[in-house]
Each structure stands twice: as C-alpha cells, then as structure tokens.
C-alpha cells in the first residue's frame, strides 16, 4: 500500500519534471528523448509495473539531478536520520518519564502545576523556531556546539555526537511535551487502582510500588504514544535537518521536491513509510514484552 500510495501520489503533482530538470531553453526532441530514457513516455500503468519490479530488486531508480541510484542515496543519509531520531526518542523519554512521574505523584501541587506549563510550552514551541534560538544561544553566543552538519569524522563517533546534540535536542523536547504529559496520565490512573493500594499496605517502598508496580502497568499507553511519535520525529526531521543542515532523509526529501526529481522523491517517502511500518510493528511486540497478558 505504501508504494502504491507513494507512486500515484508524486504522479499527481503538476509539471513537467524533465522539463524543469533540461532548462526552458530544451528542444521538444531533448525533452522527447530523455523522457524515453527514464520510462516517462510509458503509460502510467507500465510504469508502476516497472516501478514495483525495481522495488522488489532493491532498484529505486536513478536521481534525475543527482545521476546516481536512489537505493545508494539513501542508505548514505538513512542512517544520519536513522541517529537523529533516536537520539530525540531517547532525549524525550529520559526527560518525560521522570518528570510525568514526579507530575502524577505531586497531583495539584505546585510541582504538577510547573510542570504541566513547561510541558505545553515544549509541545507549542515549533521546531522551526527552537532550532535557530538553540543555534544562537549555544553556537553563535556560547561556542559551545557546532553550527550546522555533521562533521568529517566516522557516523557514531565522539565528533558526529558533538553535531548530533542541537538537532535532537530541538526534535527532543517536542516529544517530551507530548509524552510527559501521557505518563502523568497514565501513572495517575494506575496509582488509584486497588493493587497499589494493596502493595502499599504490604508495606512495600514508594519506589518499589511506583516504578515495579504503577509504571510497569502504566507502559501500554507509553508505547503507544512512542509508536506513534516515532512517525512525527521522521517528518519533523525534514525541518531540522534544513534548519542544520543535517544530511538525513529529509533534507534529501526537501531538495527532491524542489527538484520535481520524481525517482528520490519516491524512495524517499518509501523509506520513511516503511520505517514508520517497522516500528509500529515493533511497538507491538514491545506490548508482549510489557504486558505477559498481552502475549496469552
């Protein structure tokens, strides 16, 4: 479905792609001749077969700009983005979780309060408009962190996560609005139940019935909103990879569409489509992790 979607989606968009690609001043001999080279002069149906035989042989196509295979472009930016978003997953998580936890055990204090406003202002603030205040702040005025890119060093190593931090801190803190917020919940209504209760009068410690008892219950609906998020941090990634020049998917995925360059734009989509699939799937799994009533 995802490539089908794709496929008749991109041959919706007006224009003329092989026109813009040869300039105004090409004949209608030249257009005529590279349209045949790419397949374009072929029915529309013919062309999906064609498209659907390459899928299945790992051939994308060819980047009508680029000249080079689409499958090759995005296995070399897959994994900046592939970084970038698990690193905004892990930042989200590793400040929601605590700090909805803390929210729900604090019900209608101060604390809940605080945080319940920081929470929305993370959620309300656009990515297009953190970005360049984070850059300001820590590049320009502190020289604390790199401007933009990724740095010449090896993915994964100590000067790639030197360049990693602004970009998923930026797509990070979104995701802990959201999440925070859903952990609250969810704690607080597990928190009312009668087993903690009951695991309270054990006298069990606090720690113990929040986090072995409350949170183990309360994960659900945390990897629900996680699965979900996952889609949203890879299309948010297109704005932040732009903001700082990040070379992932969606800055490739940006450049495509300002191209009309139909093959890149396609596998592009098609990668990200298929990764939100992937991990909807895992998150699904990770529900019979989570709940062992879940896997009866």
């Not at 319940?116 to 604390?144: C, D, E, K, M, T």
């Not at 090896?154 to 602004?166: E, H, R, S, V």
């Amino acid at each position: 479905m995802v490539v089908s979607v794709v496929f008749l989606l991109i041959h919706l968009v007006p224009g003329d792609p092989i026109a813009q690609m040869l300039g105004e001043g090409a004949s209608a001999g030249d257009i005529s001749t590279v349209k045949h080279a790419y397949g374009f002069d072929l029915p529309l149906h013919t062309q999906y077969l064609r498209y659907w035989r390459g899928v299945l042989h790992a051939d994308l196509g060819q980047s009508l700009r680029l000249h080079d295979s689409v499958t090759h472009l995005i296995l070399q930016r897959y994994p900046y983005t592939l970084a970038l978003t698990l690193a905004a997953l892990l930042i989200g998580i590793a400040l929601a979780v605590p700090a909805g936890i803390y929210s729900a055990l604090h019900r209608g204090r101060w604390p809940d309060r605080l945080l319940g406003v920081v929470s929305l202002a993370g959620l309300s603030f656009p990515n297009f408009a953190l970005g360049p205040i984070l850059i300001l702040l820590f590049s320009i005025r502190l020289g604390w962190l790199p401007v933009s890119g990724a740095g010449t060093g090896p993915i994964l190593g100590p000067q790639f996560f030197l360049y990693l931090i602004l970009p998923a801190v930026t797509l990070g803190l979104g995701l802990a609005g959201i999440l925070t917020r859903m952990v609250r919940t969810a704690m607080l209504e597990e928190l009312n139940q009668d087993y903690i209760r009951t695991a309270r009068a054990k006298g069990l410690t606090q720690a113990r019935v929040v986090y072995r008892h409350a949170l183990a219950n309360a994960l659900i609906p945390i990897l629900t909103i996680l699965g979900l998020q996952f889609g949203s941090l890879l299309s948010g990634a297109i704005v932040t990879e732009t903001i700082f020049s990040w070379p992932g998917i969606g800055r490739l995925t940006l450049s495509a569409i300002s191209n009309r360059d139909y093959a890149l734009v396609q596998g592009c989509i098609l990668a990200v489509g298929l990764t939100y699939v992937a991990v909807n799937l895992l998150t699904d799994v990770a529900y019979t992790l989570a709940n062992p009533r879940i896997r009866a």
